[in-house]
């Protein structure tokens, strides 16, 4: 059955002081954004993430990093920052992100992109191989061009000087054409060059400072929602996030404090404390 507000053309009469004008139908709207979801590459259990059907919980840092992510999808396209995810896996860093893209592209018919920062750099990677005809402009042009990208699970793959160089070719890219970016990792931001498993150690000096300049940082911690039966309560979440034990910052001020001096860099500071600690 065709649209009854524009018998299927896509456009429709609206009178506004008596003067008549056409346009864009509802349902041409509903299509577009129908289209552009389909070319998302959301993976198929991401595919109905809302913002709304997250079960969150009383945990600051949480309810800032939801906060955060419902003023990005309404300010839209008109963002200044894109938003990086960091905490623990199972935490729905994932989900939050998802979310934002799929309302991004409902609600502003944005084109959107996701990757799975590892899989993006085997598919890159597997271009270089004769057999595959897929070049790798093939690859990058939908990636350097969505509207808003997610790079998800960032400092997942070892850091060699190819994937390095990669990464800060797209993200400088996309920051220089003023296209946001929105990443998750598991990695915390820790300010020192020593400590394997932070962000920094991870991404490389390049990559991280240019996040600092692209993101805003939005760091929590909080139980795996996969060790509940779904959904679980905001109860049930808040007494196992408050049960487990703190993570600490580790004990290397002074490490830290002598590699300023030798590198003269500064302090990368804190984004907004530690969550829940
Ligand atoms: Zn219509």
């Given at each position: 059955m065709s649209c009854p507000?524009?018998?299927?053309t896509g456009w429709r009469q609206v009178s506004e002081?008596?003067?008549v004008r056409v346009e864009r139908c509802e349902c041409w709207r509903k299509g577009v954004?129908?289209?552009l979801l389909g070319s998302a590459r959301i993976p198929p259990r991401y595919r109905s993430c809302d913002l709304s059907s997250f079960v969150t919980y009383e945990n600051p840092q949480l309810q800032?990093?939801?906060?955060?992510?419902?003023r990005f999808i309404d300010a839209f396209p008109v963002v200044e920052k894109g938003l990086l995810f960091i905490g623990p896996p199972g935490i729905g860093k994932t989900h939050i992100a998802v979310s934002v893209l799929r309302q991004v592209v409902l609600e502003k018919n944005a084109q959107g992109l996701y990757y799975d920062t590892r899989s993006l750099l085997s598919t890159i990677r597997s271009t270089y191989n004769p057999v595959i005809r897929t070049s790798e402009v093939d690859v990058l042009r939908p990636v350097m061009e969505a509207e808003l990208l997610i790079l998800d699970?960032?400092?997942?793959?070892?850091?060699?000087?190819w994937v390095e160089e990669t990464m800060n070719l797209i993200v400088n890219t996309r920051y220089n054409d003023r296209r946001p970016t929105i990443f998750t990792s598991n990695y915390e931001d820790i300010p020192d060059p020593e400590a394997l498993e932070s962000l920094l150690v991870r991404v490389g000096f390049r990559m991280h400072s240019r996040l600092r300049?692209?993101?805003?940082?939005?760091?929590?911690?909080?139980?795996?929602?996969?060790?509940?039966?779904?959904?679980p309560s905001s109860d049930d979440l808040y007494r196992k996030w408050q049960s487990q034990p703190k993570r600490?910052?580790?004990?290397?001020?002074?490490?830290r404090a002598r590699a300023r001096l030798k590198t003269g860099k500064?302090?990368?500071?804190?984004?907004?404390?530690?969550?829940?600690g």
């Open positions: 507000y524009c018998d299927g002081d008596g003067v954004a129908k289209t800032r990093a939801i906060s955060r992510a419902r699970d960032l400092g997942a793959e070892r850091l060699t000087d300049e692209m993101c805003e940082f939005l760091e929590y911690t909080g139980p795996d929602y996969r060790d509940f039966e779904f959904p600490k910052l580790p004990a290397r001020a002074s490490v500064p302090d990368l500071g804190w984004s907004g404390g530690r969550a829940g």
